[in-house]
Protein backbone atom coordinates (compact mmCIF):
# COMPACT_ATOMS: atom_id res chain seq x y z
CA UNK A 1 0.00 0.00 0.00
CA UNK A 2 1.38 3.48 -0.74
CA UNK A 3 -0.24 6.19 0.28
CA UNK A 4 0.40 9.78 -1.40
CA UNK A 5 -1.16 13.41 -0.04
CA UNK A 6 -1.33 16.72 -1.67
CA UNK A 7 -2.02 19.79 -0.35
CA UNK A 8 -2.55 23.68 -1.30
CA UNK A 9 -3.69 22.63 -4.80
CA UNK A 10 -7.19 21.02 -6.40
CA UNK A 11 -7.47 17.70 -6.92
CA UNK A 12 -10.36 16.57 -9.24
CA UNK A 13 -11.88 13.57 -7.91
CA UNK A 14 -14.95 11.48 -9.25
CA UNK A 15 -16.54 13.39 -5.73
CA UNK A 16 -15.68 16.92 -6.44
CA UNK A 17 -12.96 19.31 -6.12
CA UNK A 18 -10.86 18.59 -3.41
CA UNK A 19 -8.36 21.18 -1.87
CA UNK A 20 -5.84 18.65 -1.30
CA UNK A 21 -6.27 15.10 -1.00
CA UNK A 22 -4.58 11.75 0.31
CA UNK A 23 -4.99 8.79 -1.88
CA UNK A 24 -4.43 5.34 -1.16
CA UNK A 25 -2.97 3.15 -4.04
CA UNK A 26 -2.29 -0.63 -4.15
CA UNK A 27 -1.71 -2.81 -7.27
CA UNK A 28 -1.49 0.37 -9.42
CA UNK A 29 -5.21 0.30 -8.31
CA UNK A 30 -6.83 3.62 -6.00
CA UNK A 31 -8.02 1.99 -3.12
CA UNK A 32 -9.26 5.15 -0.80
CA UNK A 33 -9.23 8.81 -1.99
CA UNK A 34 -10.60 11.68 0.60
CA UNK A 35 -9.95 15.13 0.94
CA UNK A 36 -6.55 16.14 2.86
CA UNK A 37 -5.83 18.58 5.35
CA UNK A 38 -2.63 18.33 4.39
CA UNK A 39 0.50 16.75 6.25
CA UNK A 40 4.47 16.91 6.67
CA UNK A 41 4.64 14.48 4.24
CA UNK A 42 2.51 15.73 2.25
CA UNK A 43 3.24 17.66 -1.79
CA UNK A 44 3.07 20.83 -1.96
CA UNK A 45 1.09 21.48 -4.92
CA UNK A 46 1.86 25.53 -5.12
CA UNK A 47 -1.44 26.24 -5.94
CA UNK A 48 -1.56 23.75 -8.97
CA UNK A 49 -3.92 21.10 -9.90
CA UNK A 50 -4.43 17.13 -9.66
CA UNK A 51 -6.78 16.11 -12.46
CA UNK A 52 -6.89 12.13 -14.31
CA UNK A 53 -4.19 11.08 -16.59
CA UNK A 54 -5.09 12.27 -20.04
CA UNK A 55 -6.60 9.88 -22.40
CA UNK A 56 -6.00 10.32 -26.47
CA UNK A 57 -7.93 8.69 -28.92
CA UNK A 58 -5.86 10.05 -31.47
CA UNK A 59 -2.15 10.23 -32.00
CA UNK A 60 -0.52 9.74 -35.46
CA UNK A 61 3.50 10.35 -33.65
CA UNK A 62 5.57 11.90 -31.13
CA UNK A 63 9.03 12.15 -30.18
CA UNK A 64 9.98 11.75 -33.56
CA UNK A 65 8.50 8.58 -34.82
CA UNK A 66 5.36 8.10 -36.72
CA UNK A 67 2.89 5.26 -36.41
CA UNK A 68 2.62 4.39 -39.87
CA UNK A 69 6.56 4.06 -40.15
CA UNK A 70 6.96 2.69 -37.02
CA UNK A 71 4.03 -0.36 -36.49
CA UNK A 72 5.92 -2.48 -33.63
CA UNK A 73 5.92 -2.31 -30.09
CA UNK A 74 9.05 -0.35 -29.88
CA UNK A 75 7.18 2.55 -32.31
CA UNK A 76 4.43 2.71 -29.77
CA UNK A 77 6.64 2.87 -26.83
CA UNK A 78 8.29 5.72 -28.40
CA UNK A 79 5.38 7.47 -29.11
CA UNK A 80 3.81 6.85 -25.61
CA UNK A 81 6.94 7.82 -23.68
CA UNK A 82 6.83 11.33 -25.88
CA UNK A 83 3.55 12.33 -24.72
CA UNK A 84 3.94 10.77 -21.09
CA UNK A 85 5.46 14.30 -20.08
CA UNK A 86 2.75 16.07 -20.79
CA UNK A 87 0.06 14.32 -18.65
CA UNK A 88 -0.71 11.62 -20.92
CA UNK A 89 -1.97 7.99 -19.48
CA UNK A 90 -3.76 6.14 -21.98
CA UNK A 91 -3.67 6.48 -25.87
CA UNK A 92 -4.64 4.72 -29.13
CA UNK A 93 -1.60 5.22 -31.28
CA UNK A 94 -3.42 6.15 -34.72
CA UNK A 95 -2.72 5.06 -38.41
CA UNK A 96 -3.42 7.40 -41.19
CA UNK A 97 -4.64 5.94 -44.30
CA UNK A 98 -2.56 2.82 -45.50
CA UNK A 99 -2.59 -0.61 -47.24
CA UNK A 100 -4.27 -3.36 -45.97
CA UNK A 101 -0.92 -5.30 -44.90
CA UNK A 102 0.36 -2.57 -42.86
CA UNK A 103 -3.35 -1.93 -40.98
CA UNK A 104 -3.05 -5.33 -39.93
CA UNK A 105 0.97 -4.58 -38.70
CA UNK A 106 -0.75 -1.74 -36.82
CA UNK A 107 -3.30 -3.73 -35.15
CA UNK A 108 -0.89 -6.91 -34.36
CA UNK A 109 1.54 -4.15 -32.94
CA UNK A 110 -1.06 -2.87 -30.47
CA UNK A 111 -1.74 -6.37 -29.17
CA UNK A 112 2.00 -6.79 -28.66
CA UNK A 113 2.74 -3.48 -26.77
CA UNK A 114 -0.41 -3.94 -24.29
CA UNK A 115 0.91 -7.25 -23.97
CA UNK A 116 4.98 -6.28 -23.56
CA UNK A 117 3.24 -3.60 -20.80
CA UNK A 118 3.59 -0.67 -22.37
CA UNK A 119 2.64 1.95 -20.67
CA UNK A 120 -0.74 4.15 -21.70
CA UNK A 121 -1.21 1.55 -24.85
CA UNK A 122 -5.06 0.67 -24.62
CA UNK A 123 -5.68 -0.06 -28.35
CA UNK A 124 -4.83 1.54 -31.87
CA UNK A 125 -6.56 3.63 -34.00
CA UNK A 126 -7.01 2.94 -37.75
CA UNK A 127 -7.45 6.18 -39.55
CA UNK A 128 -9.08 5.75 -43.05
CA UNK A 129 -8.78 4.41 -45.40
CA UNK A 130 -12.65 3.83 -46.09
CA UNK A 131 -12.84 8.02 -46.30
CA UNK A 132 -14.37 10.49 -48.81
CA UNK A 133 -11.24 11.89 -51.88
CA UNK A 134 -13.31 15.30 -51.37
CA UNK A 135 -12.80 15.32 -47.47
CA UNK A 136 -9.06 13.65 -47.28
CA UNK A 137 -7.22 16.57 -45.69
CA UNK A 138 -4.01 15.23 -45.48
CA UNK A 139 -4.71 11.59 -46.30
CA UNK A 140 -3.26 10.03 -49.46
CA UNK A 141 -5.63 9.44 -51.70
CA UNK A 142 -4.05 6.08 -53.65
CA UNK A 143 -4.22 4.13 -49.98
CA UNK A 144 -8.18 4.47 -50.33
CA UNK A 145 -10.43 1.73 -50.42
CA UNK A 146 -13.47 0.22 -50.46
CA UNK A 147 -14.60 -1.72 -47.14
CA UNK A 148 -14.64 -5.28 -48.11
CA UNK A 149 -14.97 -8.85 -46.61
CA UNK A 150 -11.23 -9.32 -46.08
CA UNK A 151 -10.91 -6.10 -44.05
CA UNK A 152 -13.98 -6.47 -42.08
CA UNK A 153 -12.74 -9.94 -40.72
CA UNK A 154 -9.22 -8.05 -40.42
CA UNK A 155 -10.77 -5.18 -37.96
CA UNK A 156 -13.56 -7.59 -36.13
CA UNK A 157 -10.89 -10.16 -35.03
CA UNK A 158 -10.99 -10.25 -31.36
CA UNK A 159 -8.38 -8.11 -29.61
CA UNK A 160 -6.27 -7.16 -26.81
CA UNK A 161 -7.06 -3.45 -26.54
CA UNK A 162 -9.35 -1.44 -28.05
CA UNK A 163 -10.37 -0.87 -31.77
CA UNK A 164 -11.31 2.44 -33.50
CA UNK A 165 -12.02 3.22 -36.80
CA UNK A 166 -12.55 6.90 -38.38
CA UNK A 167 -14.71 6.31 -41.75
CA UNK A 168 -17.17 8.33 -43.77
CA UNK A 169 -20.61 6.47 -43.92
CA UNK A 170 -21.38 7.58 -47.49
CA UNK A 171 -18.28 4.74 -48.73
CA UNK A 172 -20.03 1.78 -46.80
CA UNK A 173 -23.21 -0.01 -46.26
CA UNK A 174 -25.64 0.46 -43.14
CA UNK A 175 -25.46 -3.21 -42.66
CA UNK A 176 -21.35 -3.55 -42.61
CA UNK A 177 -21.65 -0.61 -39.89
CA UNK A 178 -23.76 -2.60 -37.66
CA UNK A 179 -21.71 -5.55 -38.23
CA UNK A 180 -18.58 -3.92 -37.35
CA UNK A 181 -19.92 -2.41 -34.36
CA UNK A 182 -21.24 -5.68 -33.23
CA UNK A 183 -17.76 -7.21 -33.44
CA UNK A 184 -16.97 -4.42 -31.03
CA UNK A 185 -15.31 -2.05 -33.19
CA UNK A 186 -15.21 1.20 -31.91
CA UNK A 187 -16.68 3.52 -34.74
CA UNK A 188 -16.33 6.93 -35.82
CA UNK A 189 -17.23 9.49 -38.75
CA UNK A 190 -14.34 11.55 -40.52
CA UNK A 191 -13.02 12.69 -43.53
CA UNK A 192 -16.56 12.49 -44.82
CA UNK A 193 -19.12 15.01 -47.07
CA UNK A 194 -22.29 12.60 -45.86
CA UNK A 195 -25.02 14.51 -46.18
CA UNK A 196 -27.36 14.32 -42.44
CA UNK A 197 -29.47 12.09 -43.15
CA UNK A 198 -26.66 9.47 -44.14
CA UNK A 199 -24.72 10.52 -40.87
CA UNK A 200 -27.94 10.37 -38.49
CA UNK A 201 -28.32 7.07 -40.02
CA UNK A 202 -25.04 5.97 -39.54
CA UNK A 203 -25.44 7.04 -35.84
CA UNK A 204 -28.22 4.78 -35.20
CA UNK A 205 -26.25 1.90 -37.11
CA UNK A 206 -23.45 1.79 -34.47
CA UNK A 207 -21.05 4.90 -35.22
CA UNK A 208 -20.28 6.52 -31.84
CA UNK A 209 -18.19 9.09 -32.58
CA UNK A 210 -17.36 12.10 -34.87
CA UNK A 211 -13.59 12.63 -35.20
CA UNK A 212 -11.78 16.54 -35.22
CA UNK A 213 -15.33 17.98 -34.94
CA UNK A 214 -15.48 20.41 -37.92
CA UNK A 215 -12.29 19.17 -39.42
CA UNK A 216 -12.37 17.13 -43.03
CA UNK A 217 -16.04 16.95 -43.09
CA UNK A 218 -18.74 18.50 -44.33
CA UNK A 219 -20.43 21.56 -42.75
CA UNK A 220 -23.23 22.71 -41.29
CA UNK A 221 -25.41 25.04 -43.78
CA UNK A 222 -28.29 26.51 -43.16
CA UNK A 223 -30.26 23.71 -45.94
CA UNK A 224 -28.00 21.14 -45.74
CA UNK A 225 -26.86 20.49 -42.21
CA UNK A 226 -23.70 17.87 -43.57
CA UNK A 227 -21.61 15.93 -40.58
CA UNK A 228 -21.17 18.86 -38.52
CA UNK A 229 -25.11 19.45 -38.16
CA UNK A 230 -25.82 15.65 -37.73
CA UNK A 231 -22.97 16.00 -34.83
CA UNK A 232 -24.29 18.84 -33.30
CA UNK A 233 -28.09 17.99 -33.44
CA UNK A 234 -27.27 14.33 -31.38
CA UNK A 235 -27.08 14.48 -27.82
CA UNK A 236 -25.46 10.98 -27.51
CA UNK A 237 -22.24 10.67 -30.06
CA UNK A 238 -19.22 11.34 -28.82
CA UNK A 239 -17.12 14.01 -30.64
CA UNK A 240 -13.11 14.51 -30.38
CA UNK A 241 -11.89 18.26 -30.21
CA UNK A 242 -8.62 20.02 -31.73
CA UNK A 243 -7.97 23.03 -29.61
CA UNK A 244 -5.01 24.11 -30.79
CA UNK A 245 -6.10 27.72 -32.45
CA UNK A 246 -5.57 26.52 -35.64
CA UNK A 247 -7.89 23.54 -36.70
CA UNK A 248 -10.93 25.13 -35.23
CA UNK A 249 -12.06 28.77 -34.56
CA UNK A 250 -12.51 29.65 -30.96
CA UNK A 251 -15.94 30.67 -31.61
CA UNK A 252 -17.62 27.57 -33.35
CA UNK A 253 -16.00 25.24 -30.32
CA UNK A 254 -17.75 27.66 -28.09
CA UNK A 255 -20.84 27.42 -29.87
CA UNK A 256 -20.89 23.61 -29.92
CA UNK A 257 -20.18 23.04 -26.18
CA UNK A 258 -23.42 25.03 -25.85
CA UNK A 259 -25.42 23.03 -28.42
CA UNK A 260 -24.45 19.65 -26.56
CA UNK A 261 -23.71 17.96 -23.09
CA UNK A 262 -20.06 18.49 -22.19
CA UNK A 263 -19.45 15.01 -21.15
CA UNK A 264 -19.62 14.17 -25.03
CA UNK A 265 -16.65 15.95 -25.95
CA UNK A 266 -13.40 14.60 -26.11
CA UNK A 267 -9.72 16.29 -26.05
CA UNK A 268 -7.53 15.18 -28.81
CA UNK A 269 -4.68 16.16 -30.35
CA UNK A 270 -4.07 14.29 -33.51
CA UNK A 271 -0.20 14.63 -32.44
CA UNK A 272 2.53 14.42 -35.03
CA UNK A 273 5.96 13.30 -34.66
CA UNK A 274 7.28 16.92 -33.30
CA UNK A 275 5.40 16.56 -29.93
CA UNK A 276 8.09 15.70 -27.33
CA UNK A 277 10.91 15.84 -30.15
CA UNK A 278 11.56 19.48 -31.37
CA UNK A 279 11.13 18.27 -34.90
CA UNK A 280 10.41 21.48 -37.05
CA UNK A 281 9.39 18.82 -40.56
CA UNK A 282 8.85 15.13 -41.36
CA UNK A 283 7.86 13.03 -43.91
CA UNK A 284 4.44 11.58 -44.08
CA UNK A 285 3.56 9.59 -47.00
CA UNK A 286 6.42 11.29 -49.31
CA UNK A 287 4.53 14.80 -48.41
CA UNK A 288 7.21 17.10 -46.89
CA UNK A 289 5.40 18.31 -43.92
CA UNK A 290 6.61 21.25 -41.74
CA UNK A 291 5.78 22.96 -38.27
CA UNK A 292 5.36 26.44 -37.78
CA UNK A 293 4.39 28.07 -35.27
CA UNK A 294 2.33 24.89 -33.47
CA UNK A 295 1.16 24.11 -37.15
CA UNK A 296 1.82 21.50 -39.19
CA UNK A 297 1.31 21.52 -42.58
CA UNK A 298 2.12 20.19 -45.73
CA UNK A 299 3.71 21.71 -49.02
CA UNK A 300 -0.06 23.08 -50.03
CA UNK A 301 -0.78 24.52 -46.75
CA UNK A 302 -2.81 21.60 -45.91
CA UNK A 303 -3.46 20.90 -42.19
CA UNK A 304 -1.09 17.32 -41.14
CA UNK A 305 -2.40 16.60 -37.67
CA UNK A 306 -0.53 19.24 -35.03
CA UNK A 307 1.94 19.80 -32.65
CA UNK A 308 -0.35 19.73 -29.59
CA UNK A 309 -0.03 17.98 -26.61
CA UNK A 310 -2.70 16.92 -23.98
CA UNK A 311 -1.50 19.33 -21.14
CA UNK A 312 -1.78 21.81 -23.87
CA UNK A 313 -5.46 20.99 -25.16
CA UNK A 314 -6.50 21.31 -21.53
CA UNK A 315 -5.11 24.59 -20.95
CA UNK A 316 -6.93 25.78 -23.83
CA UNK A 317 -9.78 24.81 -23.41
CA UNK A 318 -9.83 26.38 -20.02
CA UNK A 319 -7.89 29.56 -21.18
CA UNK A 320 -9.42 29.94 -25.00
CA UNK A 321 -12.93 28.03 -24.67
CA UNK A 322 -13.86 28.95 -21.30
CA UNK A 323 -14.59 25.87 -19.75
CA UNK A 324 -14.10 24.83 -16.14
CA UNK A 325 -11.43 22.87 -14.79
CA UNK A 326 -13.55 19.54 -13.95
CA UNK A 327 -14.97 20.10 -17.29
CA UNK A 328 -11.61 20.09 -19.10
CA UNK A 329 -10.39 16.86 -16.75
CA UNK A 330 -13.50 15.25 -17.44
CA UNK A 331 -13.07 15.84 -21.90
CA UNK A 332 -9.21 14.76 -21.64
CA UNK A 333 -10.15 11.73 -19.14
CA UNK A 334 -13.57 11.15 -18.40
CA UNK A 335 -15.00 11.16 -21.29
CA UNK A 336 -12.27 9.49 -23.96
CA UNK A 337 -12.76 6.54 -21.31
CA UNK A 338 -16.13 6.31 -21.54
CA UNK A 339 -16.43 6.50 -25.41
CA UNK A 340 -13.72 3.85 -25.36
CA UNK A 341 -16.00 1.38 -22.62
CA UNK A 342 -13.39 1.55 -20.48
CA UNK A 343 -15.22 3.72 -17.23
CA UNK A 344 -14.97 0.76 -15.33
CA UNK A 345 -11.21 0.85 -15.51
CA UNK A 346 -9.36 4.34 -15.95
CA UNK A 347 -10.77 8.44 -16.73
CA UNK A 348 -11.18 9.13 -13.10
CA UNK A 349 -9.75 9.59 -10.24
CA UNK A 350 -12.15 7.40 -7.59
CA UNK A 351 -11.39 4.32 -5.53
CA UNK A 352 -11.44 0.94 -7.80
CA UNK A 353 -10.06 2.48 -11.05
CA UNK A 354 -6.53 2.72 -11.75
CA UNK A 355 -4.08 5.28 -10.11
CA UNK A 356 -3.38 7.60 -13.74
CA UNK A 357 -2.97 11.20 -12.86
CA UNK A 358 -0.76 14.30 -13.88
CA UNK A 359 -0.10 17.04 -11.59
CA UNK A 360 -0.13 20.78 -13.32
CA UNK A 361 0.80 23.47 -12.07
CA UNK A 362 -1.16 27.11 -11.28
CA UNK A 363 -1.08 27.95 -15.12
CA UNK A 364 -1.82 24.43 -16.35
CA UNK A 365 1.74 23.21 -17.28
CA UNK A 366 2.29 19.55 -16.74
CA UNK A 367 4.91 19.29 -13.54
CA UNK A 368 4.77 15.14 -12.89
CA UNK A 369 2.52 12.27 -14.56
CA UNK A 370 1.75 9.24 -12.36
CA UNK A 371 0.81 5.78 -14.29
CA UNK A 372 -0.52 2.89 -11.88
CA UNK A 373 1.07 5.16 -8.90
CA UNK A 374 4.15 5.28 -10.08
CA UNK A 375 5.75 8.96 -11.00
CA UNK A 376 6.88 7.98 -14.65
CA UNK A 377 8.34 11.73 -15.44
Request: hydrophobic share 45%; aromatic share 4%; charged share 20%.
Amino acid sequence: MTSLRFTNGHVVTSAGTFEGAAIEVEAGRIVALAPDAGASDAIDLEGGWIVPGFIDTQVNGGGGVLFNDATSVEGIAAIGAAHAPFGTTGFLPTLISDRAEVIEAALDAGDAAIAAGVPGCIGVHIEGPIINVRRKGIHDPDKFRRLDEALIALLARPRRGKVMLTLAPEMVALEDIRRLHAAGVILSIGHSDADYATAVAAFDAGMTGVTHLYNAMSPLVHRAPGVVGAALDDQQVYCGVIIDGHHVHDAPLRIAMRARPHDRFLLVTDAMPCVGSGLTEFTLHGQHIRVEDGCCVGEDGTLAGSALDMAGAFRNAVARIGLSHADAAAMGATNPAAFLGLSGERGALAPGLRADWVRLTRDLRPAGTWIGGTRVV
